[in-house]
Structure formats: C-alpha cells, structure tokens
C-alpha cells in the first residue's frame, strides 16, 4: 500500500521569502504524485501533479515541484510567497485503483 | 458549471442517529470518493466509485454505506452515529480513463458533529 509522509506540521515564512514544503512518499510502482492546497473552510486545489517526463514541474500560483526518485521525494517550492498563500497544503500518491493517499498535511503561516 | 456540490454544510447529530451526507456533480465525472479529514491525518478515502452502480472500500469504509445510482449523485449514509465520526467529510469526483492521473475535484465539505 501506499502512503506519504510530510514531515513539517506547520512552517511560518516571511512575505517575499522562498518556501519548500516536503513530501516523502512509499509506492511499489512509479507513483502519480499530486499537491493539493486548501485555504481555510475551503476544499482541496490541484497544484500540480506528476507521474513522467521532466522531474521539475510547474503549478499553478506560481509552485513547482521536483521528483526525486533516488530519495522518494516530491518537495514543493516557491520562491517569492504572497500572504494569499497561507493555508494547508497536502501531498498525495495516487495508485492504478484509482486510490488517493494523502500526507497529514503542513500549514503555512505567511508573516508580514 | 457547479461542480461538485455537498449538502449540508454542517450537522449535529446525536449519537446513534442516522443521515445521508449529499454529493452531487455536473461535470459527468465517472469516479467519485469520500473521504474524512480529521486534524494530523489528513484525509483518508471512506468509499469510492468508478462508475454507476459500481462502489468499493476506502482505507475507513466501517460506519458508512453509499450507493451510485447514478452518475451524477454518490451520498454517503452513516447508519448509527458516533462520535468518533465527527469529521469534515469531503466528496471528490473525476475522469476515470485508462489513467489515474486525473485530477480530482473536490467540494467544499461537510462539517460533521456526534454528540
């Protein structure tokens, strides 16, 4: 089975600063790797996603994301981040059943 | 287009009452999921759809019934309420084709109470 571990509960970062939000995941196969966001009382938004080619990929609101299949990595990063950006932010594996496993989550505070 | 659309916003229930959590979606999506999001956990799938008349398990499918009529609704029954399904349900619907790497969209939650 798999499943995903985000090892920061939460990150507080300056506006303007860069951010980078890790994602470990466990997957036997290659994995479908996904990062949603959720803003507060909202539901989920696709990010980006990757299952091949270019390892770097590039999101929506200005994310990125690079696979590392050596470490079993999929960090997400941004390099200038905007008070908009404060919210929780979930990484997922995907599997051929059609099954989503998502990481606990991390909170991003944005300061002024 | 509405997407995907949950009703109610917010329950109370008492222990060992009954309800169906509504999820509908326009966008004629063939997989639809549930799942509960509690706090350091994430979200975990209760049940999932991959087409009319067809439902399986999730990884916390115990306390929950759904069905799939049809392709647009996928409601969510807790049969006897406990508190420890206190929650914020989310339903999930998308393209189901030789790939699992659609994306899946998401409607705004449930936020749930057993008292």
């Known amino acids: 089975a798999q499943s995903v571990t985000q090892p920061d509960i939460h990150i507080t970062v300056s506006e303007g600063a860069s951010l980078e939000l890790r994602c470990n995941y466990s997957?036997?196969?290659?994995?479908?790797l996904f990062w949603y966001v959720q803003s507060p009382g909202q539901g989920l938004q696709l990010l980006l996603k990757?299952?091949?080619?270019?390892?770097l990929v590039q999101g929506i609101k200005g994310f990125e994301a690079e696979f590392k299949r050596s470490q079993s990595s999929f960090n997400l990063r941004k390099p200038s981040v905007h008070w908009s950006d404060a919210a929780e932010y979930f990484c997922?594996?995907?599997?051929?059943?059609?099954?989503?496993?998502f990481g606990a989550g991390t909170t991003v505070t944005v300061r002024a | 287009n509405a997407g995907v659309t949950q009703t109610p916003k917010f329950q109370v229930l008492k222990t060992g009452q009954s309800m169906t959590l509504q999820c509908a979606q326009d966008?004629?999506?063939?997989?639809m999921s549930w799942y509960r999001q509690d706090p350091g956990m994430g979200l975990r799938l209760i049940h999932y759809?991959?087409?009319?008349?067809?439902?399986d398990q999730g990884e916390v499918p115990n306390g929950y019934n759904v069905s799939r009529s049809t392709t647009e609704d996928f409601p969510l029954r807790l049969l006897s309420a406990a508190p420890s399904q206190t929650s914020v349900y989310f339903c999930?619907?998308?393209?189901?084709?030789?790939?699992?790497?659609?994306?899946?969209?998401f409607g705004p939650g449930t936020r749930l109470t057993v008292l």
């Open positions: 759809s991959v087409g009319a008349g067809i439902t």
């Open positions: 997922a594996v995907g599997s051929n059943d059609y099954k989503l496993s």
């Open positions: 990757y299952f091949s080619g270019d390892t």
């Open positions: 997957y036997g196969a290659t994995p479908y």
């Open positions: 966008m004629n999506h063939e997989y």
């Open positions: 999930a619907s998308s393209y189901r084709t030789s790939s699992p790497y659609n994306e899946q969209f």
